[in-house]
């Protein structure tokens, strides 16, 4: 959900990771398992270097 977030697509221009994360963190308990969330919170800076590694240029 993240990187369909805060990625852009020809439909729709990105969010900063600031929303996208501000959501994700919102709707944990409600549309997002709280403990996938939290995985996800824990493994933030893989994450985004995962992300800055594989940048399309």
Not at 32 to 40: G, L, M, T
Request: charged residues 35%; glycine residues 2%.
């Amino acid at each position: 959900m993240f990187d369909a977030l805060a990625t852009k697509r020809p439909y729709k221009e990105a969010w900063t990771d600031e929303k996208a994360l501000a959501m994700l963190e919102n709707e944990s308990g409600k549309h997002f398992d709280p403990e996938c969330v939290k995985a996800f919170f824990n493994r933030l800076d893989n994450i985004f270097q995962i992300r800055s590694d594989l940048k399309d240029d």
